[in-house]
């Protein structure tokens, strides 16, 4: 098993798969100042070298030399992901491959002894996520799913405002609306309308950052019980293409949730108390900005007679973050402080146990809505 030593300061990446998203995380880890890409695989080697020189392109590449330096070089393009997983230059592996294969090279990573970072949905079944994360333990890896909004500093700011008894009081109410719209090819030539390599459609795509966020904002806590309906479907009607769920919590609060491939784009979040309100326009991919903003409401109706006055009380909250591609943004914070648990060698148990948490939700709203929206006990 070949791992960074105590000593080291770079966790070597290697990517398997040549997604889109992989292409922002490539300059994720150009960023971090803790992480370098060594190879990249793909089954079409030469895929992984177009990857590789487009990437370079904007983010001009790294390796850790024999004296354990980063200098500038070109990553190697494997054309088998097992030749990538045994190369004794790999640390970590970052796995962008469809959610019903990603059972396999997960587990197969952690018998190499490679850290894992793996797109979301994680599985197909929380059964497979069970076994994924059970191998990264026993193999002594870490594990951390790729929701890069986990690790914004905007959520421990929000987080204080939440706390606030006068401002926001008793939390009541979560509502996320997660949706963009397909063009007309989606459904044909689109993996995420192909019930063979990702079965939940957009519930996995976009709906697992839904029930994350709700998870996030009851303190990473299940809920009691869930129901979900696909209202729209692809691939001979397995496919979620839009859903609605809703989770009930043991203590009177409620969640709620839309995603959708048919509607434009909307990143939008609430959360709601009973003295006040907070809302986020862009709770996942955050605007094109040097701030992450919220919004906190405590609109008023007056009633005296004919009169009816509802008052607008909003204030503006932010934090100095960057939305794509610098050192504070999001998946750069990602990628750094998944390479620090590998480097300083010390565990992230909440980064695998919040996965698992939001797979076991979404198979729960599966099967609800297997069962024409049976509430489900989880």
């Given amino acids: 098993m070949t791992q960074s030593t105590p000593e080291s300061k770079f966790v070597r990446w290697g990517f398997i798969g040549a997604a889109q998203i992989a292409r922002k995380n490539w300059k994720a880890v150009r960023m971090s100042g803790n992480?370098?890409?060594?190879?990249?695989?793909?089954?079409?080697?030469?895929?992984?070298?177009?990857?590789?020189?487009?990437?370079?392109?904007?983010?001009?590449?790294?390796?850790?030399?024999?004296?354990?330096?980063?200098?500038?070089?070109?990553?190697?393009?494997?054309?088998?992901?097992?030749?990538?997983?045994?190369?004794?230059?790999?640390?970590?592996?970052?796995?962008?491959?469809?959610?019903?294969?990603?059972?396999?090279?997960?587990?197969?990573?952690?018998?190499?002894?490679?850290?894992?970072?793996?797109?979301?949905?994680?599985?197909?079944?929380?059964?497979?996520?069970?076994?994924?994360?059970?191998?990264?333990?026993?193999?002594?890896?870490?594990?951390?799913?790729?929701?890069?909004?986990?690790?914004?500093?905007?959520?421990?700011?929000?987080?204080?405002?939440?706390?606030?008894?006068?401002?926001?009081?008793?939390?009541?109410?979560?509502?996320?609306?997660?949706?963009?719209?397909?063009?007309?090819?989606?459904?044909?030539d689109n993996i995420r309308a192909s019930a063979e390599l990702e079965p939940h459609g957009c519930l996995g795509d976009l709906g697992w950052y839904c029930i994350r966020f709700s998870l996030w904002a009851t303190g990473d806590r299940l809920p009691a019980a869930v129901s979900g309906r696909a209202i729209s479907v692809y691939d001979g009607g397995s496919v979620p293409s839009e859903f609605q769920g809703e989770l009930k919590f043991d203590d009177d609060l409620t969640a709620g949730f839309f995603c959708s491939f048919r509607c434009v784009n909307q990143q939008t979040a609430t959360i709601t108390g009973d003295q006040g309100y907070l809302t986020i326009d862009d709770f996942v991919l955050p605007f094109v900005d040097a701030e992450s903003k919220w919004q906190c409401h405590q609109h008023e109706l007056q009633i005296d007679n004919c009169r009816w006055n509802f008052g607008r009380h909003t204030t503006n909250g932010a934090v100095r973050e960057h939305a794509s591609g610098e050192a504070d943004s999001q998946e750069v914070r990602m990628i750094r402080s998944f390479g620090e648990s590998i480097l300083n060698r010390t565990r992230n148990e909440r980064a695998a146990d919040i996965a698992i948490k939001t797979q076991r939700v979404l198979d729960a709203l599966r099967q609800s809505d297997a069962e024409n929206g049976k509430w489900i006990t989880l």
Wanted: hydrophobic share 45%.
């Fill in 35 to 188: 992480g370098v890409v060594a190879a990249v695989a793909s089954r079409d080697v030469s895929r992984a070298e177009a990857f590789i020189h487009d990437c370079s392109m904007e983010a001009p590449p790294v390796v850790v030399n024999a004296n354990g330096e980063a200098t500038l070089a070109r990553p190697v393009a494997v054309g088998d992901y097992q030749d990538l997983i045994d190369r004794d230059d790999i640390d970590a592996v970052y796995i962008a491959l469809p959610t019903a294969v990603r059972k396999q090279w997960v587990i197969a990573a952690a018998k190499a002894g490679k850290h894992v970072l793996c797109e979301k949905p994680m599985a197909v079944h929380a059964d497979d996520a069970d076994e994924m994360i059970a191998a990264c333990r026993e193999n002594g890896v870490e594990f951390m799913d790729g929701v890069m909004f986990d690790h914004s500093s905007r959520l421990p700011a929000v987080k204080e405002v939440l706390a606030d008894s006068e401002r926001f009081g008793k939390m009541r109410r979560i509502q996320t609306h997660f949706s963009f719209c397909a063009d007309d090819s989606f459904q044909s």
